[in-house]
């Protein structure tokens, strides 16, 4: 083996990946649970049970820091995307109530009981040194994300999109969304700044005054610069330069900030203009090459960080207590929420069944927590696992629920595309 295997990894990687996404995708399945998957077939749990030498050999550690900085660059790349694309569908304003209620109560809830269980799970998975604060609201946190791609892109697959039903559970997972990275982003900022609560009132700070220029400087600017050089909606090499290069200065401002990256590029995308015309081309030339070649990369990483130990006696009844804390937080949540809203019982159950999809979003964020030392690889490898199964039942549970045609109200929604991982 060369001593530097990165094209030999990327092959294996690569490979893994999409074979497990066809292999989901036969199954009725997004492809993006497949490639999550690949990330525990590549680790230690699997690939590394199965063949250690080799598998010590291919993933040795003084071999993988390209991988990680390739993996940072799919990772800013696909959030820079998700911001660019998050948007309120066509007449939100209208069901702003409606979505308020499902997007608070499926944030509320199943932050709830994340500090409910975390009494029980802080002494057993919490790494030496974090509080439980910390922990309990990093729990809450990653009970409470939503995977808005998936959820769109499971709703489009359904003809479920311009139903009333569609409509307010993407206006919904958009409101839970923004609420569960805000109070991500607080708790990265409490641990990562490593002084305490001063620094982490000068991270917190910080975020705001970057979000102010964000909002505030750039945007204005970015409209400009694409009024004057990108008039059609598809920016040429200056213009793709300058968004590039805005997001990744973005990212690195949060991460001097002792933030994640992520949060950066996610502010930057959100801050550009809601022109579906540049969303196309950003999928184009952006998201196409994070999806297929640099997130397998993230996924196997990932992988690489769980442990088989997470399964060994307390643990399979720590592994329940958070999918059961997940599910019922969000299906409960998201359901009463809708039904406040005037639902009825089916259809809000519907709404909350889509509420649970975590997908890539939720590895997303309990990797934030790994790399920030608020969760060790156990806490790690459990909320992986319950990522791939919270994504799995919702469209059975949708099924039961909703039926395979959409229910509720057509009505008109924007053409905008969210295109979630092929």
């Keep these: 083996m060369p001593e530097s295997p990165l094209l030999l990894q990327l092959v294996v990687i690569l490979a893994t990946a999409r074979g497990c996404g066809l292999l989901l995708r036969l199954v009725g399945q997004p492809a993006v649970i497949g490639e999550m998957a690949a990330g525990i077939v590549l680790g230690p749990i699997v690939f590394g049970a199965l063949f250690p030498d080799v598998h010590a050999r291919l993933f040795a550690p003084e071999s993988l820091s390209a991988l990680s900085s390739l993996s940072m660059l799919g990772l800013v790349l696909f959030m820079f995307i998700v911001g660019a694309e998050l948007r309120a569908p066509e007449g939100v304003r209208a069901q702003l109530r409606?979505?308020?209620?499902?997007?608070?109560?499926?944030?509320?809830?199943?932050?709830?009981?994340?500090?409910?269980?975390?009494?029980?799970?802080?002494?057993?998975?919490?790494?030496?040194?974090?509080?439980?604060?910390?922990?309990?609201?990093?729990?809450?946190?990653a009970m409470s994300i939503t995977a808005f791609p998936i959820l769109a892109r499971i709703l489009k697959e359904r003809g479920m999109t311009h139903s009333r039903l569609g409509r307010l559970s993407l206006s919904s997972a958009a409101i839970a969304d923004v609420l569960a990275w805000i109070l991500l982003a607080l708790v990265v900022a409490l641990i990562g700044s490593g002084e305490g609560y001063a620094g982490f009132l000068r991270s917190a700070a910080g975020l705001v005054a970057l979000s102010a220029i964000v909002f505030g400087a750039l945007r204005p600017l970015y409209a400009w610069l694409l009024r004057r050089h990108a008039a059609d909606g598809r920016p040429a090499g200056f213009m793709l330069a300058a968004l590039l290069i805005g997001a990744f200065a973005c990212a690195a401002a949060t991460e001097w900030l002792h933030l994640h990256p992520v949060f950066g590029a996610f502010l930057f995308g959100a801050c550009l203009p809601r022109d579906d015309r540049l969303l196309a081309t950003l999928i184009e030339r952006i998201e196409h090459l994070a999806i297929i070649v640099l997130m397998p990369i993230f996924f196997a990483l990932a992988g690489l960080g769980t442990t088989g130990d997470a399964f060994v006696g307390a643990g399979l009844g720590a592994m329940g207590l958070i999918l059961a804390a997940a599910v019922i937080g969000k299906i409960a949540g998201g359901a009463a929420g809708a039904r406040i809203a005037g639902l009825?019982?089916?259809?809000?159950?519907?709404?909350?069944?889509?509420?649970?999809?975590?997908?890539?979003m939720e590895l997303i964020v309990i990797k934030v927590g790994l790399d920030a030392g608020i969760i060790g690889p156990q806490a790690f490898t459990m909320l992986l696992v319950m990522a791939i199964a919270t994504t799995v039942m919702t469209g059975p549970l949708l099924s039961l629920f909703a039926g395979r045609t959409p229910r509720g109200v057509h009505l008109p929604v924007s053409s905008g595309r969210v295109t979630p991982p092929p």
């Design 98 to 141: 409606a979505a308020g209620w499902v997007g608070v109560l499926s944030v509320l809830l199943p932050m709830a009981l994340g500090i409910a269980v975390s009494p029980v799970l802080h002494p057993q998975l919490a790494p030496a040194g974090v509080g439980f604060w910390p922990f309990a609201l990093f729990m809450a946190a």
């Design 344 to 360: 009825g019982w089916r259809d809000s159950l519907a709404v909350g069944s889509l509420m649970n999809a975590r997908a890539l």
